[in-house]
T-cell receptor, first 114, second 112 residues
Framework: ETGVTQTPRHLVMGMTNKKSLKCEQH?????MYWYKQSAKKPLELMFV???????ENNSVPSRFSPECPNSSHLFLHLHTLQPEDSALYLC?????????????FGQGTRLTVV | GENVEQHPSTLSVQEGDSAVIKCTYS??????FPWYKQELGKRPQLIID?????GEKKDQRIAVTLNKTAKHFSLHITETQPEDSAVYFC???????????FGTGTSLTVIP
């Protein structure tokens, strides 16, 4: 257990649904990330939050909407998704300092859009 | 932004042999290079990392080398065991912002 927890573990949703993915960490980290992992593709960085402020939006479509209410929690709100959005969504956290440090990953949410 | 390429995409070795995975990166400002191992159905976990001020780092059967001039780094696993079978990802990160850019992954199979 790395201290990063994601819920739900699995999610099936229709294209017209609205759902949210949740991530929380109690490691004292101040940076949190959303990654998308599709088959045969690299881990795609979606969003980065440092001290609750979004510092990176990697050209992600607006149907994905992140929210970071505090340094311990991160959400990904989903609406009107497409089948090609089906993937494993991984949350990670790290301690943002002048020197780069290890990113700890959650177990991921396996999302299927039907 | 950073572009990380990883080769090979699949690798099969006999138990006891060595395995080498190579990555290249494009951004000369990148200074941190972690390697993650992801077992089937599990989360990626850090196995070793290297910073740009060193050329090589070793941890038991695992070693990583870095060539800053050529902008490439490699993972070496010696005396491979079946439990080494997993997908391995390299990554590169710039300073002042933990924005990890990952390679496409290498699926390693160790044949008993």
């Amino acid at each position: 257990e790395t201290g990063v927890t994601q819920t739900p573990r699995h999610l099936v949703m229709g294209m017209t649904n609205k759902k949210s993915l949740k991530c929380e960490q109690h490691l004292g980290h101040n940076a949190m990330y959303w990654y998308k992992q599709s088959a045969k593709k690299p881990l795609e960085l979606m969003f980065v939050y440092n001290f609750k402020e979004q510092t990176e939006n990697n050209s992600v479509p607006s149907r994905f909407s992140p929210e970071c209410p505090n340094s311990s929690h991160l959400f990904l709100h989903l609406h009107t998704l497409q089948p090609e959005d089906s993937a494993l969504y991984l949350c990670a956290s790290s301690l943002e300092t002048q020197g780069n440090t290890e990113a700890f990953f959650g177990q991921g949410t396996r999302l299927t859009v039907v | 932004g950073e572009n990380v390429e990883q080769h090979p995409s699949t690798l099969s070795v006999q138990e006891g042999d060595s395995a080498v995975i190579k990555c290249t990166y494009s951004d000369s400002a990148s200074n941190y290079f972690p390697w993650y191992k992801q077992e089937l159905g599990k989360r990626p976990q850090l196995i070793i990392d290297i910073r740009s001020n060193v050329g090589e780092k070793k941890d038991q059967r695992i070693a990583v080398t870095l060539n800053k001039t050529a902008k490439h780094f490699s993972l070496h696993i010696t005396e491979t065991q079946p439990e080494d079978s997993a997908v391995y990802f390299c990554a590169a990160s710039r300073p002042l912002g933990n924005q990890f850019y990952f390679g496409t992954g290498t699926s390693l199979t160790v044949i008993p």
